[in-house]
Structures are given as C-alpha cells and as structure tokens.
C-alpha cells in the first residue's frame, strides 16, 4: 500500500511539474530558481560549517592521528638548529604538507569513531611494521 502511494505521489508531483512548466514563463521559473539558490545556500554553508565543527569537537578527543614520517623528518632535522641553517628542502616540506593534509582528510572522512579508531590503530600498526623493515 505505501509503495502504490509513492507511486501515485511521484506521478502527481511529475503532473504539477508538467503543469507549472507550461502555465509559468521562464523568466519567472530563472528568479524562482535563482531565489531558491541563494536562500539554500544561506541556509546550507553555515549549517555545513556548523555541522563539521561539531563534527571535530566530537571526534577530536577520541582519536589522535600520528604522522610518523614527519616526525622522523622533524627529529633528522634537530641538528641543524632553530632556522635550519639554510632553506628547507622543497621535497621535504611537500612531504609533510600531505601527510598532513592526508590526516585531515582522514578525520574529516571519519563519521563513525569506533570504526575510525579501528581504522587508525591499524594503519598505525601497519606502519610501525612496515618502519621497522
């Protein structure tokens, strides 16, 4: 019975379309259209932002991400003193760049926190192994 009422919702709300398409101009149809877009985005960017700031809030505490190639980078580099004594190499700082942009995109991706812990004590076994080779 629900599936028969989709059925004839959808075809109803296909025959209003149909219907409106014809009785309004276009130019009307383009400000509706253009009016429905800014009120969706003034409503979905600060909900959007909202939502992955109380996303981070919740997860943050649950799970740190270690960038073990950075640190090592960092502890090969402590010699050398507090400005390095000459530029930093361009592959190194690219190096860490993305290993850190990999690790806020690998929060960011998690939206369950047992799965994602699970997920980051096994990466970073497997890549304490794989440094240990």
Known sequence: MLELLLVLGSLV?????AFITVVVTPQLMIELGLWVLAVGLLIGIPTGLWYHV??????????????????????????????????????????????RLRALAARSACTQASACTQRTARSASIARKSAKR
């Open 54 to 99: 109380a996303l981070y809030r919740e997860l943050a505490p649950r799970m740190t991400l270690e960038l073990p190639e950075a640190e090592r980078e960092k502890k090969a580099h402590d010699h050398e003193g507090r400005d390095g004594g000459r530029r930093a190499r361009p592959e190194s700082s690219q190096a860490s760049a993305r290993l």
């Open 13 to 17: 709300g296909l025959c209003a379309i």
